[in-house]
């Protein structure tokens, strides 16, 4: 009797089970030709799903969890869906997109598609997205020149062509900075604009190219001057050895020691008078000629003749010697003086006013009162006729 109770109870066991199975058993089924994805860079997937419904028709909804950040959406033929009415054994194709940001993690990464059913069964479908982006650069800033060396003339504008590259993974800030001479000044300005900047922001990567303008004062010496320039951020920093060759000006100037343009002579006799010429540039001068165009008939000489050599602001004397000729006519006459080397030249006009000499005009009154004197006597011989 026991044994046929027991018998009895388990058989109804199994008619109930039989009967509450369909209700909880998983009716509708996610899949995907993909479950695992690699991508080395931000982009977006778009990944096909596919809904099927086992069971009677029904409504499903949609949810999908993905990583913070992660754009997500499910579609079908184009609209957007969080809701479907899906019959019996019917299958239905989705899309699902998502947005892989720059800043994701690394490695493997898990997008999950889940689905209820109106019995509020759910059905999820994982898919593993692998992140294979490179690391992100640490801080870094690179400066470039086609042109590191320029040279000239001191009082020259020297302008160089700066590349500026961010070589981090971030954007930063750089402020601009050189160590010029004493007296120098540097400044810096995009290319192909005027406006001056002192910092420079450049996102991850970006590179700008700048002008940098050195001014050395008029009058440095010749040599070779070394320039670094440097872009700094909080967080790293860069530089850049440009170096400026001054090649040194020539530049003469020629007067008299009292600076008097002007002098006095006696024809066919000799005066004198004293030139200075002074190199005002900043470089030596070599073989500096000294010579003069006079009038006709007259004698200049000079003392020294030429000038071997004569260093930045040194000066040397030159004694004239003048002779204007004998018949000169009292009067004034321009003597121009020129000194000229290699590179250089200089001139210098005076006046020298000549007059007669002394006997010559005292005998020129003899003759001028002995002629009035004649003419006084043929005045009177005749008058009286």
């Given at each position: 009797?026991?044994?046929?109770?027991?018998?009895?109870?388990?058989?109804?066991?199994?008619v109930?089970?039989?009967?509450?199975?369909?209700?909880?058993?998983?009716?509708?089924?996610?899949?995907?030709?993909?479950?695992?994805?690699?991508?080395?860079?931000?982009?977006?997937?778009?990944?096909?799903v596919?809904?099927?419904?086992?069971?009677?028709?029904?409504?499903?909804?949609?949810?999908?969890?993905?990583p913070?950040?992660w754009?997500?959406?499910?579609?079908?033929k184009?609209?957007?869906?969080?809701?479907?009415?899906?019959?019996?054994?019917?299958?239905?194709?989705l899309?699902?997109?998502?947005?892989?940001p720059?800043?994701?993690?690394?490695?493997?990464?898990?997008?999950?598609?889940?689905?209820?059913?109106?019995?509020?069964?759910?059905?999820?479908?994982?898919?593993?997205?692998?992140?294979?982006?490179?690391?992100?650069?640490?801080?870094?800033?690179?400066?470039?020149?086609?042109?590191?060396?320029?040279?000239?003339?001191?009082?020259?504008?020297?302008e160089?062509?700066?590349?500026?590259?961010?070589?981090?993974?971030e954007?930063?800030?750089?402020?601009?900075?050189?160590?010029?001479?004493?007296?120098?000044?540097?400044?810096?300005?995009?290319?192909?604009?005027?406006?001056?900047?002192?910092?420079?922001?450049?996102?991850?990567g970006?590179?700008?190219?700048?002008?940098?303008?050195?001014?050395?004062?008029?009058?440095?010496?010749?040599?070779?001057?070394n320039?670094?320039?440097?872009?700094?951020?909080?967080?790293?920093?860069?530089?850049?050895?440009?170096?400026?060759?001054?090649?040194?000006?020539?530049?003469?100037s020629?007067?008299?020691?009292?600076?008097?343009?002007?002098?006095?002579?006696?024809?066919?006799?000799?005066?004198?008078?004293?030139?200075?010429a002074?190199?005002t540039g900043?470089?030596?001068?070599?073989?500096?000629?000294?010579?003069?165009?006079?009038?006709?008939?007259?004698?200049?000489?000079?003392?020294?003749?030429?000038?071997?050599?004569?260093?930045?602001?040194?000066?040397?004397?030159?004694s004239?010697?003048?002779?204007?000729?004998s018949?000169?006519?009292?009067?004034?006459?321009?003597?121009?003086?020129?000194?000229?080397g290699?590179?250089?030249?200089?001139?210098?006009?005076?006046?020298?006013?000549?007059?007669?000499?002394?006997?010559?005009t005292?005998?020129?009154?003899?003759?001028?009162?002995?002629?009035?004197?004649?003419?006084?006597?043929?005045?009177l011989?005749?008058?009286?006729?």
């Open positions: 009797m026991l044994k046929h109770h027991l018998l009895l109870a388990l058989a109804l066991t199994l109930l089970t039989s009967q509450i199975a369909p209700s909880t058993a998983q009716q509708i089924l996610l899949t995907s030709v993909y479950s695992h994805i690699l991508v080395d860079r931000a982009t977006t997937l778009y990944i096909p596919n809904v099927t419904n086992l069971g009677p028709a029904t409504k499903a909804a949609f949810r999908i969890d993905a913070k950040g754009d997500t959406t499910l579609t079908y184009g609209y957007n869906v969080k809701e479907l009415n899906i019959q019996s054994g019917q299958s239905v194709e899309s699902l997109k998502v947005s892989v720059a800043d994701a993690s690394r490695g493997n990464n898990t997008v999950s598609v889940v689905a209820y059913s109106i019995q509020g069964v759910a059905a999820t479908l994982d898919l593993t997205v692998e992140y294979a982006a490179p690391p992100v650069p640490p801080p870094g800033v690179s400066l470039t020149t086609v042109y590191p060396t320029l040279s000239g003339p001191s009082g020259t504008n020297f160089f062509t700066v590349n500026v590259k961010n070589t981090g993974g954007d930063d800030t750089f402020t601009l900075i050189s160590n010029p001479p004493a007296g120098w000044t540097v400044t810096f300005r995009p290319q192909f604009e005027t406006s001056q900047i002192t910092s420079l922001s450049l996102k991850a970006e590179s700008k190219t700048i002008t940098v303008s050195v001014n050395p004062p008029p009058k440095t010496d010749s040599g070779i001057y320039i670094t320039l440097t872009a700094a951020s909080s967080k790293t920093e860069g530089s850049v050895k440009l170096a400026v060759e001054i090649t040194g000006t020539y530049s003469l020629l007067t008299t020691v009292d600076e008097r343009l002007s002098a006095e002579a006696v024809a066919g006799e000799e005066t004198y008078l004293t030139l200075i002074k190199n900043t470089s030596a001068l070599r073989d500096v000629s000294i010579s003069s165009n006079h009038p006709s008939g007259w004698s200049v000489t000079f003392e020294p003749a030429l000038i071997p050599s004569l260093a930045p602001e040194a000066s040397q004397q030159i004239v010697k003048v002779k204007p000729s018949t000169t006519l009292p009067g004034d006459y321009m003597v121009t003086f020129s000194a000229y290699s590179r250089v030249s200089k001139t210098v006009e005076i006046r020298v006013t000549v007059t007669s000499p002394p006997g010559l005292a005998l020129g009154l003899a003759v001028v009162a002995a002629v009035a004197v004649a003419l006084a006597l043929i005045f011989r005749f008058g009286r006729r």
